[in-house]
């Protein structure tokens, strides 16, 4: 069953300072291997290195969309989410990926923790490298075959 809703405990576990980068990446990992599977399918894969590179696709793609390039700050629409409520951000955030790749929470909210981790402002500072594979591209990789 796809999750749908941000719920209280995710915005726990984002802001739980134990659980660092490595924890979300293995998320992520986990969330893109089962993006697309349907029925009670049990995998069993190198996560933390699935959810790596996809984080490394993530982080290029989304500068564009979080921050603004010249002044390697967040944008505007984000501006007044960083100084409200950590649910507000985190919600626009999730959306902002979930829109723009039509991907469910399983990813989303692992990307928009890394994000929160690495610190936003931080995270805009620095104009991160093209990846080598784009974010749809990894994606497309793990979508099902049409027969």
């Known amino acids: 069953m796809t999750k749908n809703e941000i719920t209280k405990e995710d915005i726990k576990k984002i802001l739980n ?3 660092g ?4 990446e293995l998320e992520l990992g986990i969330g893109l291997q089962y993006e697309y599977q349907e029925g009670d399918i049990k995998f069993s894969a190198p996560y933390p290195e699935i959810g790596k590179e996809l984080w490394k696709a993530f982080k290029s793609e989304l500068y564009e969309v979080i921050c603004d390039r010249k002044q390697k700050n967040p944008q505007k629409w984000l ?3 960083i100084s409200g409520d950590i649910r507000n951000l985190i919600v626009g955030i999730t959306s902002a990926i979930t829109s723009k790749y039509e991907i469910s929470l399983g990813i ?3 990307v928009a923790a890394l994000i929160l981790k690495t610190n936003i402002l931080l995270y ?3 104009a991160p490298k093209k990846n080598k594979r ?5 994606l497309s990789g793990k979508k099902p075959k049409k027969k």
């Open 17 to 19: 300072e134990n659980l």
């Open 21 to 24: 980068v490595e924890y979300w």
């Open 79 to 81: 501006e007044e989410l």
């Open 108 to 110: 989303a909210i692992p």
């Open 124 to 126: 805009c500072s620095v």
């Open 134 to 138: 784009s974010v749809l591209e990894i």
